[in-house]
């Protein structure tokens, strides 16, 4: 009894100190856990600063290397303002020959396809049938004759005769009328002869123009019916036509050119637009507007003395309107679109420490054609003007540069003195050299093509790129 009385004092003192210390020992727990947290914050925070400011060190750094670029100097030169529009060859004449009269096709002369002179025999018809006839219509006429002659001297007799008193006027006018029978038959078997000798002649089927012949449509020996059967046809080929349309927002423009200067200059090109084929001269335009499609059709002539232009041809007709001796030109590959759809190039200009940076130049892009670009304003003559590496520059980029002449020259037809440009009322030739097609006007309409809007497909994106270069390079990195 003493020993458990002795113990259970020690018990309840034990139990009644043990709640007083575990409360300082969770609250001491918690501190270090909540300490080693913060720690760990701060360096993952310290260490994101750090990360960062390297990265957007080494994105100053790219951003401020050199970007190799090609340019070419913006030049001042003669160049052609024109309309363009899709056209189609045509024959200048073309004649479908036929046979005039009936009968069996003689073996014909000619070659399929060669030059043929108006008048020039090319094929005949048995004409013995009509040798025949126009033998018997002679013979009548002779036969004829010989009664008027005898006539003629029934009414000589009489008329003596009644001077004598002999006969009655009654007789000698009888044979006055029976002479004038005679006469009119006479008449009627001359007419008879010369129908005779023409359906003779037409045995004999002549070239009605100068021009190439085509393919035969009759075999020699068939038997062929009077202005039924389609035998040839002949094509005037020099000179030729080539028929287009233009807007009829258009047209005054040209009638008033028209009036003032009957020749205006036409070029025709090829189907994509870059070859120039052959020149030729504006004849007139229609007397009325096409109320279904707003446009006026158009007549141009070509010599064509070499036959690069073929009937029924399709070419791209460059109507020039006049020349600009003074034009500000650059390349359409140099024309970049802004996120606002303004316009500008990219120049390169000194730094003042030796170096060369890139600025953008906002232009007033007047005609846009292809390799060539004319410029209402812009850049001074022979200003340095990026062509390739435009993609990957900022404002005030440093640039090295090296020349895109030779790149340039290479490429089809280029800027081409007056007369002999090509585009949709610009300069050069075609839109993208390889373009337009054909009927193609967009934008700028009033002058028969997309002004300013040279390669706007493959730049659209440009100038929104170059503005967040940091962006890029951190998801690189």
Known sequence: ????????????????????????????VYFILIAAGAFIGWRVYQNKQKSEANTAHQSAALMNRPVPVQVVPAEQKAMPIYLTGLGTVTPNFSVTVKARVSGELLPVRFTEGQEVKEGETIMEIDPRPYQAALDQAKGTLAHDQALLKNAQAEVNRYKALFAAGVVSRESMEAN???LGQYQGAIASDNAAVENAQLQLSWCHIKAPISGKIGLRL???GNVISANSTNLVVINQLKPIAVYFTLPETQLPQVLKRLAADKRMPVDAYDRSNTQ???????????NQIDPTTGTAKMKAVFTNADSVLFPNQFVNIHLVLENRPNALVVPSSAIQTGLNGSLFVWTVNSDGKGGQVAHMQPVNVALAEGQSTILDSGPAPGAQIVVDGAERLRPDQPVTTSSAHQRQAGGPQGAQPAGAGTGEQGAGPTPGAGQPSPGQPAAGDQHGGSLG?????RRSGQYRSSQSPTSNQRQHQ
């Open 1 to 28: 009894m003493p020993i458990q009385n002795a113990t259970e004092p020690d018990i309840s003192k034990t139990g009644e100190s043990q709640p007083h210390k575990s409360p300082w020992v969770r609250l001491f």
């Open 218 to 220: 009759v075999d020699p």
């Open 176 to 178: 006055e009328a029976q």
């Open 276 to 286: 120039l084929l052959t020149k030729g001269n504006l004849l007139t335009a229609d």
């Open 453 to 457: 809007q040279p390669n706007a497909n």
